[in-house]
């Protein structure tokens, strides 16, 4: 039984039952390996091209990765997909960064596009789109966004009425910012029908009634199409409902489930790419007569730029894992929903921690390439600008961040996660809390374990309180629920790579991956204590702050180490590799 | 038809080499590759296949890695595979591979061997001259172009200042050139059904070899890396002097002109 979604806040796994990108299958190997290729031979050379949208390209690019089964991954193959699981569709998804835009239109296409027909689509609509989404004769993209609903998704104007014939629903409204929009073929949107119920509906380009507003000039991922799709009277007809009406909201929902966990395997893949470009840049330029590799100051930045994409990687590959085993036997429909729905909370983890980590690695690779990381000739500059975008699109990282402890709340009110008996149990305990002490079991990272079962004895400990002074009028404290929420994303993040390293150091190939847990670790470790004091100063007053300021003190208690020769070693592999390097 | 296809396992085009302690090749972390031009073998003989039928076989004899050529071949499109391993060979030559290649092809039935002309790691260019040798096979070497009619093969190749066009009688041997075909890359399917596909394990001893028929005729004395590249010269100045000061530099320093 793999974990359930949530539970990693309670409870332990082994190393054993996480799977990693160690525990890559031949297959896996293979495909990472062609995929690479393909992006360097045929995606790589058009990402400048791209940048201008020229006629035909990205389409074309579609079409051929699409007859080498890069659309297909999540798709049975029963309807033309080549049914590769989750693990794989990582794989993909990280390897095609290197086509800059095309991740972008690649990601859009292939997870909100496709999976909304593949869980929630009737046997006729599998039948009639999938094959040519898995061939990438037909292009998808997702409009939910509209102009006054965006983070406030459900609030959406777009209506539907059915035509007095009953053959079709007749939309009217606007949606806004849609990925793909100008080269899609079908489109999945979403109308309330008679103005309440909220209904998910495919809708192709040809449409009467149907019309697209003009590109977007955007920041970045200027290669992707985003244009608003226009419905005056469009007549969808009644078979293009996608699942049943007034239930459009769990498609919305669940394909933004498998878009954020996509999108955190993409910003892996970016981490990946521009850490390969600074090494190999800060190795090849010269100042004070030495590459600026050998700077400890760059140094320092290669090998942070190294621990967050691990910990990102390790947490993306965790996740796939999880969905892989969860759906192996079930692979379309509810039940997959269900099984997927299960990591919600994981996947919008993933999207914060892989967006945030890009975000800071490619801001420290414009800074190694100085002066020319502003420059557009180079490639950092153009990094800069494309990553911004994850924390916004899929859903911003606030909305995540509250979506994570908001998520945790429900399940344990229904009972399915025991988070009110573990914090209870907790403050029994925690008034003689033992002094620190790592677990000394023969074994590595003894104390970043033992900091790992404090933080998540914080976040139980915090949890408890704040659940107790506010009940169910939490979610109007947005400041503590965001403190609970990076709790709870720091401690996937920190237990993933301290798993991996120690699966990894049992198989005798621990080395690289026990020191970036480590350095992960450590570095993301004191923003507990900062996180900690600033929730109860808020929560308490007086005595009862002093009390509970001790209790946060107790669990954030830990013994420092020599950080700046980890990080000076991280850095030797990276650049000995010129790559990130586990 | 019935093709065997003959590739090997040799390091990244872009891998570093490097030397280990006792001075031979450090194939520690190296990235493992199926050399491009036996990618080109491969493709030919799907082409062939996809135009007249029968059946691809891919062969290749080395280290424990050496399965992750034969199953992208096998994802490419070829029928089986089979992995000669390398156990209890301490040394090994073009004769020692050869021998080994061509007994395991007495055993099996084919219309044509293909190969690529040369492994890019040795350069030797010597492994399928010597197997159509010990089979007694025709053999054309550095192939462009490939046609198969009516039990011959007529195949095309460079030749200083123009092309040679060549006809021989099947069985041959054909080794494959840059410019032949354009290798396909395995297709996600493709991938997931190779592990479906046949792959055989065989040992040297299976094939009833041992001793001095595998020993190596040449042996490697020592290996060097190429001595690092100087820092090149910027010259500066007025672009009439800086020529001038470049032509001087290639006489006198360079002594190349
Ligand atoms: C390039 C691009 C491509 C896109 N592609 C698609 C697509 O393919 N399909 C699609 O449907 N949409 C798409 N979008 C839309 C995108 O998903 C939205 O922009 C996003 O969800 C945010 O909505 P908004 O822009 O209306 O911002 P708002 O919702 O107005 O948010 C503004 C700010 O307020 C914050 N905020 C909002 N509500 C709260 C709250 N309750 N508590 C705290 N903070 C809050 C947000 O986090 C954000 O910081 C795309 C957008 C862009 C820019
Ligand atoms: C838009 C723009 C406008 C500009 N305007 C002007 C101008 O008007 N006049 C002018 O003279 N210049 C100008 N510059 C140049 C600018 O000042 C330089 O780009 C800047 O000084 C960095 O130099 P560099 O680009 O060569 O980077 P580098 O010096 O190569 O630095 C690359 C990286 O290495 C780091 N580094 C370098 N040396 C060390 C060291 N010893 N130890 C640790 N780290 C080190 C740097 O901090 C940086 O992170 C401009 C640049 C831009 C992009």
Redesign the interface.
């Known amino acids: 039984m793999p974990q359930k979604g949530g539970a990693f806040l309670l409870e332990d796994i082994s190393p054993q039952e996480m799977f990693t990108p160690e525990d890559f299958s031949d297959e896996h190997r293979m495909i990472q390996s062609t995929v690479a290729d393909f992006a360097a031979n045929e995606l790589a050379p058009k990402a400048e091209e791209l940048e201008h949208q020229p006629e035909g390209v990205m389409r074309e690019l579609m079409r051929k990765a699409g007859e080498l089964g890069l659309l297909s991954a999540d798709i049975p193959e029963e309807y033309g997909g080549a049914d590769l699981g989750k693990v794989a569709s990582c794989i993909i998804a990280e390897n095609v960064v290197p086509g800059g835009s095309f991740a972008v239109t690649h990601g859009a296409h292939t997870g909100i596009g496709t999976m909304p027909i593949v869980l929630f689509g009737n046997e006729e609509q599998k039948k009639k789109y999938l094959p040519g989404l898995a061939s990438g004769e037909l292009i998808a993209a997702y409009g939910l966004t509209e102009p006054n609903a965006g983070s406030d998704a459900l609030a959406i104007r777009t209506r539907a009425t059915l035509s007095p014939d009953g053959k079709y629903y007749l939309l009217n409204g606007e949606k806004m910012f849609i990925t793909n929009a100008g080269l899609a073929d079908i489109y999945i949107t979403y109308a309330k029908v008679d103005g309440e119920k909220f209904t998910g509906f495919i809708v192709e380009r040809n449409t009467p009634g149907f019309s697209l507003g003009q590109e977007e000039k955007k920041m970045g991922i200027k290669g992707s199409s985003t244009r608003s799709l226009i419905f005056e009277d469009a007549k969808v007809p009644v078979e293009n409902v996608l699942g049943e009406i007034g239930k459009g909201h769990l498609i919305a929902f669940n394909a933004l489930n498998i878009g954020r966990f996509k999108l955190g395997a993409a910003c892996v893949g970016s981490c990946k790419l521009a850490l390969e470009h600074a090494a190999k840049y800060a190795l090849q330029r010269v100042q004070f007569g030495r590459p600026i590799a050998k700077f400890g100051l760059i140094q320092h930045k290669l090998a942070m730029m190294a621990a967050k994409t691990y910990a990102a990687e390790s947490v993306v590959y965790r996740i796939a894992g999880l969905l892989d085993e969860v759906t192996a036997d079930k692979k379309e429909g509810p039940a997959a929903v269900e099984a997927i729905s299960e990591y919600a909370i994981e996947c919008s983890i993933a999207k914060v921690l892989g967006s945030e980590a890009l975000d800071y690695v490619v801001d420290e690779m414009v800074q190694i390439y100085g002066g020319y990381g502003y420059i557009q000739e180079y490639p950092a500059e153009r990094f800069y600008r494309d990553s911004r975008i994850n924390r916004i699109f899929e859903g911003t990282n606030e909305i995540n961040r509250l979506l994570i402890p908001a998520t945790i709340a429900r399940r344990a009110m229904k009972g399915q996660l025991n988070f009110l008996g573990a914090a209870k149990a907790l403050a029994q305990e925690i008034l003689n809390l033992r002094p620190f002490l790592p677990a000394d079991d023969g074994q590595p990272l003894a104390q970043e374990r033992q900091m790992l079962a404090m933080a998540k004895k914080l976040f139980l400990f915090l949890g408890g309180q704040a659940v107790e002074k506010y009940m169910d009028k939490l979610a109007e404290q947005q400041e503590i629920v965001a403190i609970l929420a990076d709790l709870a994303i720091q401690i996937y993040a920190m237990e993933s790579a301290v798993l991996r390293a120690l699966k990894a150091h049992a198989a005798g190939q621990g080395e690289k991956k026990l020191l970036l847990a480590k350095l992960y670790v450590h570095d993301v470790y004191p923003l507990l204590e900062r996180w900690a004091r600033e929730a109860v100063c808020y929560l308490f007053e007086g005595d009862m702050r002093q009390t509970q300021l001790s209790i946060a003190r107790r669990l954030t208690k830990y013994q420092p180490e020599d950080l700046i020769s980890a990080r000076r070693q991280v850095a030797a592999w990276v650049l000995e590799a010129e790559k990130y390097t586990t | 038809m019935k093709i065997v296809v003959l590739p090997k396992q040799t390091f990244d085009t872009e891998a570093k080499i490097t030397l280990d302690a006792a001075g031979k090749i450090n194939r520690e972390g190296v990235n493992l590759i199926m050399n491009p031009y036996d990618e080109f073998a491969v493709e030919e003989a799907l082409r062939l296949k996809e135009k007249h039928g029968g059946e691809v076989t891919v062969v290749s004899f080395g280290g424990p890695k050496v399965?992750?050529i034969l199953?992208?071949a096998l994802?490419m499109g070829a029928d089986k595979a089979v992995h000669v391993g390398d156990e209890g060979l301490e040394e090994i030559d073009e004769h020692t591979t050869a021998t080994i290649l061509a007994k395991l092809l007495r055993d099996l039935e084919y219309d044509l061997i293909l190969a690529g002309w040369r492994a890019i790691d040795d350069g030797s260019a010597q492994v399928a001259g010597r197997v159509a040798e010990i089979l007694g096979l025709p053999m054309v070497n550095m192939v462009i172009k490939l046609d198969i009619a009516e039990g011959k093969a007529v195949a095309s190749r460079e030749i200083e200042g123009g092309y040679e066009v060549v006809e021989v009688p099947l069985p041959a041997v054909i080794t494959a050139q840059k410019g032949l075909n354009e290798p396909r890359?395995?297709?996600?399917?493709?991938?997931?059904q190779?592990?479906k596909k046949p792959m055989q394990k065989l040992t040297i001893a299976d094939l009833g070899l041992g001793g001095e028929e595998v020993a190596p005729k040449v042996r490697a004395r020592r290996y060097y890396l190429p001595s690092p590249r100087s820092q090149g010269k910027i010259i500066t100045g007025e672009p009439a002097e800086a020529a001038a000061e470049l032509v001087r530099l290639l006489r006198e320093e360079a002594k190349v002109v």
């Open positions: 399965p992750d199953r992208q994802a890359y395995p297709t996600m399917k493709g991938i997931m190779a592990k």
